[in-house]
């Protein structure tokens, strides 16, 4: 079983729609979970983080966590063309010092016009 | 800096090589990372510094790759004798700090080629 698994898409909405993307995670552990966005040729950038169950939303972004079942989500409300990209689910490794980022695969989204 | 910074952006240098790139952190940020990706693949993580120490080298794939940081600041991965299953891009990140909870930015990259 991968650290962190996420469906590698693509997954494919039309312009204005909700697109859900999903992340579940091995370590019960973990306690904090971030989202990135990378488009394709550039580097990962930052867009969430939430460390307690429940969710916690930043403008069109929603970050859903549920630890009981080791899952995570991301919701993009009112997609938009420039919102495709490849999105990475990461998770520290708790029992590591470093605290290093485990990166899922990414689920390519698609936001049709 | 405003952000984390890395050059060259592009290498292409021959098998047998050896490649120096570097990475210049966000001001004050004491957590630096290394990470490459391959083509369609994820982020496989190589090592994280802590002010100068590494503590965590586990990702390093073999003995020809090295990093180093001074100053707490710039850091320094090194490649020696390049094998063309290098070719990838190499990203530095930085942290506020390192510990649960805190996220990354990244760098824009060096895109390493071995021909």
């Known amino acids: 079983q991968k650290e962190v698994e996420q469906n590698s898409g693509p997954l494919s909405v039309p312009e204005g729609a909700i697109a859900s993307l999903n992340c579940t995670y091995s370590?019960?552990?973990?306690?904090?979970f971030f989202w990135y966005r990378q488009y394709s040729g550039k580097s990962p950038e930052l867009i969430m983080s939430i460390y307690s169950n429940g969710d916690k939303e930043d403008g069109r972004f929603t970050a859903q966590l549920n630890k009981a079942s080791q899952y995570v989500s991301l919701l993009i409300r009112d997609s938009q063309p420039s919102d495709s990209a490849t999105y990475l689910c990461a998770v520290p490794r708790p029992m590591d010092s470093s605290y290093k980022l485990i990166f899922g695969s990414g689920t390519r989204l698609l936001v049709r016009p | 800096g405003a952000g984390v910074s890395q050059s060259p952006s592009n290498k292409v240098t021959e098998k047998g090589k050896d490649v120096e790139l570097r990475c210049d952190p966000i001001?004050?940020?004491?957590?630096l990372y290394w990470y490459r990706q391959s083509l369609g693949q994820g982020l496989e993580f190589l090592i994280y510094?802590?002010?100068?120490?590494?503590?965590?080298k586990s990702g390093l794939p073999s003995d020809r790759f090295s990093a180093e940081r001074t100053g707490g600041s710039v850091s320094t991965l090194t490649i020696q004798r390049t094998q063309q299953e290098d070719s990838a891009v190499y990203l530095c990140?930085?942290?506020?700090?390192?510990?649960?909870?805190?996220?990354?930015?990244f760098g824009s990259g060096t895109r390493l080629t071995v021909v």
């Open positions: 370590d019960r552990g973990s306690q904090s």
């Open positions: 001001s004050g940020h004491t957590a």
């Open positions: 990140a930085s942290s506020q700090r390192g510990g649960e909870g805190y996220g990354y930015t």
């Open positions: 510094f802590q002010g100068n120490s590494a503590p965590d």
